[in-house]
């Protein structure tokens, strides 16, 4: 069965970006979509959007976007996502999934912090 | 979008005893598209339920999820010691796909 690993936590400056990767391991993404979401510490879970790779179609949460790029990388079964323009209010975990309408499965989980 | 309410915010509740946590929906859900999460400190979440009443793999059959069209519902028949952690509800029926902010279930 896939598994999702994701890349090790950051600290970013106020106003700079950070991206962040999600490895199918043990498989590929197939014709499923790869979701991104987020989680302030003690809150809920906030779409920030998704991508099919073997299509390279993506789509954003209104929210972020003008602010996030998903991208994918077929040969390596990467996907990717790119959050420029950081602010202390993007201090999140940041977790990537499986999207078949629901979701599994999940990635680890990456904690993004801004701080000056 | 759909929001989703989850009540009550926090359950107090003994080993061995039944868990019923609650999912309103601002507007139908197209389908029963809707899912159930556990999240333990420290981890991701992890899919119990889809499509309402759907057990996913490895979802023991303790679990069941009922309802539709604006009201759905997680009945847990007997929690377990490792049942205790946040539950969350998502729908996908209709774009763009949302979560309820959560009902955490404590040991009493």
């Known amino acids: 069965q896939v598994q999702l690993v994701q890349s090790g936590a950051e600290v970013k400056r106020p106003g700079s970006s950070v991206k962040v990767s999600c490895k199918a391991s043990g498989g590929t993404f197939g014709k499923d979509g790869i979701g991104w979401w987020r989680q302030a510490p003690g809150q809920g879970l906030e779409w920030v959007g998704a991508i099919i790779p073997m299509f390279a179609a993506s789509n954003y949460a209104e929210k972020f976007q003008g602010r996030v790029t998903i991208t994918a990388d077929g040969s390596t079964n990467t996907v990717y996502m790119e959050l420029s323009s950081l602010r202390s209010e993007d201090t999140a975990v940041y977790f990537c999934?499986?999207?078949?309408?629901?979701?599994?499965?999940w990635g680890q989980g990456t904690l993004v912090t801004v701080s000056s | 979008e759909i929001v989703l309410t989850q009540s009550p915010g926090t359950l107090s509740l003994s080993p061995g005893e039944r868990a019923t946590l609650s999912c309103r929906a601002s507007q139908s859900v197209s389908s029963r598209y809707l899912a159930w999460y556990q999240q333990k400190p420290g981890q991701a979440p992890r899919l119990l339920i889809y499509d309402g009443s759907s057990r996913a793999t490895g979802t023991p059959d303790r679990f069941s999820g009922s309802g539709s069209g604006t009201d759905f519902t997680l009945t847990i028949s007997r929690l377990e010691p490792e049942d205790f952690a946040v539950y969350f509800c998502?729908?996908?029926?209709?774009?763009?796909?949302?979560f309820g902010q959560g009902t955490k279930v404590e040991i009493k």
């Open positions: 999934a499986r999207d078949a309408n629901w979701f599994d499965p």
């Open positions: 998502q729908q996908y029926g209709s774009p763009p796909q949302t």
